[in-house]
């Protein structure tokens, strides 16, 4: 029989994930079966446990359930630990174990770029879970200063509150959206503003060589303002198939080429 895999969420409908594993799979030469789980809003733990009992190899998590999953796992890795998030699941000696492969995935795609990281100057527009799940992987690639710029400056600051414990060899500096400025290699928009259609200004003393929008398939007033200044320039898919790639060789001790899916 394959291995069994599945995206839990809520909802769920949307979820690519099957069809990247399974690309994968037939990459390299393995025999799996993923699917979609819907879970109801209060009935997380239940699905993943029913999921694992009936033999089931590996799980993703996304919204709304990456929080929750973090709590339940009785083994987590370092980075899952720091982003306070987990996205990937397995058992492992009888236990849940957790991961959380969405800053990898980012790293990943930069790097398939052909964009450095290394002694980077970043700017990470948004300071939500999406911001928080990728500061840690991205200084472990060489990022040497994160600015983090948030509408509501007080989420930003709290952030870097949070991670300057665990995140030691790289400066992390917060501030209000509103007073962007300064020189930057990568520009990253983590923010949901494209998801609901809302337009993110950027002023004109803000200077950046390159822009990575995280959502994808959306319109992004980020993306075209960093088109107009001719900076090379991408949106998400890369790191949506990275974190992909990532837990799939988490689980089958396999890693696919990233951009062969590209
Ligand atoms: P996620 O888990 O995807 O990061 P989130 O925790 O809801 O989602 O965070 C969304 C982020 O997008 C926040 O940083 C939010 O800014 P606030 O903290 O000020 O709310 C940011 N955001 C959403 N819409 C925005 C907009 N129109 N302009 C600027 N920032 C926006």
């Known amino acids: 029989m394959s291995k069994q ?16 594993h399974h690309a994968f799979a037939e990459k ?9 789980r819907l879970a109801p809003l209060d009935g997380f733990q239940n699905s993943v446990e029913s999921f694992f009992r009936e033999g089931g190899m590996g799980m993703n998590v996304t919204v709304p359930f990456k929080e929750q999953a973090y709590t339940q796992c009785a083994v987590l890795t370092e980075r899952a630990k720091i982003a306070g998030a987990v996205n990937t699941l397995w ?23 052909d964009w450095s990281l ?11 879970g999406a911001t928080r799940g990728v500061i840690y992987p991205l200084v472990q690639a060489g990022a040497k200063k994160i600015v983090i710029a948030n509408r509501t400056l007080a989420r930003a600051e709290q952030l870097v509150a949070d991670l300057k414990v665990s995140v030691t060899n790289a400066e992390l500096e917060a501030i209000a959206l509103t007073d962007l400025s300064g020189q930057f290699d990568i520009v ?29 398939g959306k319109p992004s007033t980020f993306l075209d303002q960093a088109k107009a200044r001719h900076v090379p320039t991408s949106e998400g ?7 992909a790639i990532e837990s799939f060789s988490i689980w089958n001790g396999v890693k696919p080429n990233l951009k062969d899916f590209l």
Do not use: C, W
């Open 5 to 20: 895999f599945a995206v839990i969420g809520n909802p769920i409908e949307q979820s690519r994930s099957p069809e990247l």
């Open 28 to 36: 390299t030469g393995l025999d799996i079966q993923y699917s979609k």
């Open 91 to 113: 058992m492992q000696d009888g236990q849940l174990h957790g991961d959380n492969t969405d800053g990898q995935g980012l790293v990943d795609a930069i790097h398939a770029l």
């Open 118 to 128: 290394e002694q980077t100057d970043l700017l990470i527009i948004g300071a939500g």
């Open 188 to 216: 990253i928009n983590a923010t949901s503003a494209s998801l609901s259609g809302d337009a993110l200004i950027l002023p004109d003393s803000l200077q950046f060589n390159h822009a990575y929008e995280m959502a994808y």
């Open 237 to 243: 898919f890369g790191m949506l198939v990275g974190q």
